[in-house]
């Protein structure tokens, strides 16, 4: 059953990517707060900046077992590490814990081990136990994440190597994943012809991210573009919702209503669309884009939002004429949502529910710092181990709950 479409379309507090609020948005009270924050700051950021990062190689771990021991795996991901750097980055820049020394630390192993790894432009994509090279493709997303990694890095540092990285790291972009019709490719070497939004989205976050730390309209510039791509290819003008999957030419891949839509993704390109209007605010497409912000919300509140009990949930996917297609649940778009609710300021009673669900089930021990990162349709966990890579997420709306 989806969640009524009569939702209040309007923005409270402001969608800042590092700068905190200046009070807590009215919706929260102290019931609510209470359990986001005191599990991410109490329980989970000193778990997983201990238990979850490996001393002897200077990286973080990418699974843990559902007892918190640390999984040996063949291949280490770069998105992973640069999403647990990014994301002790923040906490340090938020006062709500201190590893930032490991973090840094790791992103010079990072970078030691992943960039130009094989002698070519830009990063591998994972390494083995003992640094050396397992996947040398490389891939759009995780190359949106090390930028990601970078920029929070630099805010938390100052350091200007970290910028000039970043900036290399872009030009090598447009130089690996140039692709026709706009955007760029998904992977090289390709394996596929059907591109995808959701490494495009990563990206505008960090080209955000490095504008707003650095004040370098270049990386504005690359903003831009990637919203324009959104505008005019990736969000459909007659449902209002976002496309999952295209050709390469940027067409749906399949007739209207057919197309695969994610709630969770509506949900964070709408604070991206916002976050991009609060740094270029001055831009002439504001009402296009405000709009596009708009109906990406109301979609996924629409189609996107069931109830569940007292609860609420995101599911995983529906079509783009609002059929669900997965009614199983991961943990990342309820917390996108989390984040985007607060932000806005409104629907304390979709809030509430998001958050009871949320410590009832992916969560249902707080004083535990692992998680459940996905169940069926039955309610059933279907995920052996606990992933790392979760943290991010849960981060982004976990310190909103802080006031950060």
């Known amino acids: 059953m989806s969640v009524d479409a009569d939702v209040q379309l309007s923005y409270g507090s402001q969608m800042q990517t590092g700068t905190p609020h200046t009070s807590l948005p009215t919706l929260m009270n102290a019931e609510q707060q209470a359990p986001w924050g005191s599990w991410l700051t109490r329980t989970v950021l000193p778990f997983w900046s201990d238990v979850g990062f490996d001393r002897t190689r200077g990286l973080y771990h990418e699974r843990l077992t559902f007892s918190g021991e ?17 994301t002790f980055c923040r906490a340090a820049l938020d006062g709500l814990h201190e590893a930032s020394g490991q973090a840094l630390m790791c992103l010079e192993e990072v970078e030691r081990l992943y960039r130009h790894r094989d002698g070519q432009a830009g990063w591998i994509f994972s390494v083995a136990p003992d640094g050396t090279p397992v996947g040398t493709k490389r891939d759009l997303y995780a190359h949106a994440f090390i930028l990601f990694a970078y920029g929070w890095a630099y805010r938390l540092s100052g350091n200007p190597d970290f910028l000039a990285v970043a900036r290399q790291t872009v ?44 004040g370098d309209s270049f990386y504005l510039d690359e903003a831009r573009s990637l919203v324009r791509l959104a505008l005019g290819k990736l969000i459909q003008p007659g449902s209002g919702a976002l496309l999952e999957d295209f050709m390469t030419d940027w067409r749906p891949t399949a007739p209207a209503g057919g197309n695969r839509v994610e709630p969770g993704h509506l949900f964070e390109w709408s604070w991206l669309l916002r976050d991009y209007l609060r ?126």
């Open 279 to 404: 740094l270029e605010p001055g831009t002439p497409e504001a009402g296009a884009i405000g709009r596009a912000a708009e109906g990406l919300f109301a979609f996924g509140m629409a189609h996107g939002v069931a109830r569940v009990g007292e609860g609420a949930v995101v599911r995983d996917a529906v079509t783009d004429g609002g059929q669900t297609v997965e009614n199983a649940t991961r943990i990342w778009p309820q917390t996108e949502l989390c984040r985007l609710l607060v932000c806005r300021n409104e629907r304390p009673d979709i809030l509430r529910g998001l958050t009871e669900h949320f410590f009832g089930t992916f969560s249902s021990d707080q004083s535990s710092a692992l998680w459940v990162d996905r169940f069926d349709a039955f309610g059933n966990a279907t995920v052996p181990d606990v992933p790392a890579s979760s943290l991010y997420h849960i981060y982004g709306a976990a310190r909103e709950f802080c006031g950060r």
């Open 70 to 86: 640390p999984l040996v795996l063949e291949a280490s991901r770069l998105m992973v590490q640069a999403r647990q750097i990014s």
């Open 171 to 214: 030009l090598e972009l447009h130089q690996i994943f140039r692709a026709e019709h706009g955007g760029f490719l998904d992977e090289v070497p390709l394996m596929g012809a059907v591109r995808h939004q959701n490494p495009h989205m990563h990206l505008l976050e960090a080209f955000l991210v490095l504008f707003e730390v650095s």
